[in-house]
């Protein structure tokens, strides 16, 4: 492969006169950024001129139109490919596009009010707010792309290998694009941009909802509830309790919102509101408490309780968001605050509430009704550390519905009514119990299964696709441990044996392409093994498309299930080879196939279904003692 060389600003200004309105410097950096994409010669001075000519305008501007009313200020702004318009009193935007012919350059306020008429219709895209958020860093990086013109590369990652070009630009329309915004913000309504900054909510759905109605009642229902408020707001949709013994939306207590109670049409379509509940509710000064209390059917101490949450603690609404989805995010939050003397008093205790809640199977979040009696006997404190561990129990009766659900025959729909009625009125200790008899009962369940069908040196040997391209020689660590793949069924014999743990039953899942496996060990003794797989947004993805950004750790289990302590040797070890696999300085492999199929073992010999059975006539016999 031939080495472009570079040429000289002369030259290249001899075979396109049209260069000459620019300087040396300027010529420099774009023959720059072509050698970086590889632009064939013939290309060069066209590359040039369209990546100059677009880099002479930043696309950022703001202008103030004329107003008639000294007290409002109108704005009109270009963030990149949206404008922005404030009227004086909500803020709105469009997405533009190029045939819209829209100025790259700031335009006067006669331009810019012509400008707007051509627009009044298409107002339905998101403000920013602030520049320190995903949108923006998504908008900055499109104005960098959008500089190489028709040179950029279709279906190519151009973040993955030209970071050197990326990086300098992206930041430099952040800069653009965060001096655009001031002067924006600067303009509206300071009082309400400080309320919703002082939510952590720099949302426009939020600024619009309290410059509409009683402005006075909604900043004060948005101080006295700054965690519920915003999530209500920015909620798809709103919620209204449901009768499921009547099948029917309940009436309300309060006359002010019954006739936004929803319906059904007659041709069965679900007529809700339109007009947000929250705003209603503070506009007409009903008790915030009460309403909220039972419009999400929580207890009027924990909606009370969540009133004095900082927003530091809990979380913001985006962020809450972003993690929950936009239906029901208040949930989990209710959940915690309703917990009596377990309630998280800080950030640190939110957080472990949240590891928990990630952790617990949703056929346990669905069953539940007391959490209380769930967690009784538990710590009440949410830093004490017995915390993960009550997680890691929680997360292992995943084990017992998968086998469930991998079985069929009467066993199987028995086992699993069982198991669901047993969760419905366990405690914590209850359920630990369970799991610790079902991991011994694996080991009984293997022997009776090799028995059986013995398992053949082909089997125990057949490996499985690894993550790791080089695997000949153990990673080490920093602090001397090492950290070694394992590929086939013998490793996780011998794991198991060490450490204790169900690792042994993890060889289906690795042939069938959704984990793969690592211990952790120290002069060859094992210390703690590890699963990894792939995270939700990687389902259905082109083997292109998977980066190391798509790999989670799902566990890190030490001797007899037990989760290393948090900067234990154990944990700074993996943490520090899962740095190394998410910044991609190790070689890895994304192409996990399914390879049971082509296994004996796993469909002339139905070894799984049968393990699956057992584990299944096991839950029968053990359930039907309590």
């Not at 030259?11 to 260069?19: E, F, N, Q």
């Amino acid at each position: 492969m031939s080495v472009q060389k570079r040429q000289s600003v002369v030259g290249l200004r001899i075979l396109a006169p049209k260069l000459e309105k620019f300087s040396d410097r300027q010529i420099e950096v774009a023959q720059t950024w072509a050698l970086q994409f590889n632009v064939p010669p013939s290309q060069l001075t066209s590359f040039i001129d369209t990546y100059l000519s677009s880099t002479v305008h930043t696309r950022c501007w703001c202008v103030a139109l004329p107003s008639t009313d000294d007290q409002t200020r109108r704005l009109l702004a270009r963030i990149g490919d949206h404008l922005q318009y404030f009227d004086g009193h909500q803020v709105k935007a469009c997405k533009i596009f190029s045939k819209d012919r829209v100025h790259k350059r700031k335009p006067t306020a006669m331009v810019a009010q012509q400008l707007l008429l051509r627009f009044e219709k298409r107002w339905y895209a998101d403000v920013l707010l602030t520049s320190f958020c995903k949108s923006a860093g998504e908008r900055a990086k499109a104005l960098s792309i959008e500089d190489l013109g028709s040179f950029n590369r279709r279906g190519f990652d151009w973040t993955a290998s030209n970071n050197r070009y990326f990086n300098p630009r992206t930041r430099f329309y952040l800069k653009q694009i965060g001096s655009t915004l001031k002067q924006f913000c600067q303009c509206l309504d300071q009082e309400l941009l400080f309320a919703i900054r002082s939510a952590q909510c720099p949302s426009p759905k939020l600024y619009n909802w309290l410059a509409q109605g009683d402005r006075k009642r909604r900043l004060q229902a948005l101080k006295a509830q700054p965690v519920l408020i915003p999530l209500l707001v920015l909620a798809d949709q709103w919620p209204w309790p449901w009768d499921g013994q009547q099948q029917v939306y309940m009436n309300c207590p309060w006359d002010e919102l019954q006739a936004w109670r929803p319906y059904w049409s007659e041709d069965r379509y679900l007529i809700s509101a339109e007009e947000c509940l929250v705003g209603r509710i503070a506009d007409a000064g009903l008790p915030l408490s009460d309403t909220l209390a039972w419009l999400l059917q929580a207890p009027r101490a924990a909606v009370r309780y969540l009133g004095q949450q900082r927003v530091f603690d809990t979380g913001s609404a985006l962020t809450r968001i972003s993690r929950e989805g936009p239906q029901g995010p208040w949930h989990r939050l209710l959940l915690g605050a309703s917990l009596g003397n377990r309630r998280p008093l800080k950030k640190a205790h939110w957080i472990t509430l949240f590891a928990l809640l990630d952790k617990i199977p949703y056929q346990l979040l669905d069953q539940t009704q007391d959490w209380n009696r769930l967690l009784s006997g538990c710590p009440t404190d949410w830093s004490d550390d017995n915390w993960s561990k009550i997680a890691d129990d929680f997360r292992d009766l995943n084990e017992l519905f998968n086998n469930v659900d991998e079985s069929d025959g009467p066993a199987s729909g028995e086992a699993l009514q069982k198991l669901k009625s047993f969760i419905a009125t366990a405690s914590y200790h209850q359920i630990a119990s369970l799991v610790n008899g079902f991991h011994l009962a694996l080991i009984d369940i293997r022997e009776a299964l090799d028995a059986v069908d013995p398992q053949t040196r082909t089997d125990s040997l057949t490996p499985w696709k690894p993550l790791l391209y080089s695997t000949s020689t153990p990673l080490v660590s920093p602090n001397g441990l090492q950290i070694i793949e394992l590929k086939c069924p013998a490793d996780l014999d011998a794991e198991h044996r060490a450490l204790g743990h169900c690792i042994d039953g993890y060889d289906y899942s690795a042939y069938r392409g959704i984990c793969r496996l690592f211990s952790v060990r120290e002069n060859g003794k094992s210390l703690a093994s590890a699963e990894i797989q792939m995270d939700e947004s990687a389902w259905g993805e082109t083997l292109a498309k998977l980066t190391p950004k798509h790999l989670v750790t799902i566990q890190l289990r030490g001797l007899r299930n037990r989760t290393p302590k948090s900067g234990s040797r154990v944990d700074r070890a993996y943490q520090w080879f899962w740095a190394k696999i998410k910044s991609g300085e190790l070689a890895i492999n994304l192409e996990w196939p399914d390879q049971t199929l082509s296994m004996s073992r796993y469909t002339n010999r139905n070894r799984k279904k049968m393990h699956a059975q057992a584990c299944a006539e096991w839950i029968n016999q053990r359930l039907s003692r309590t």
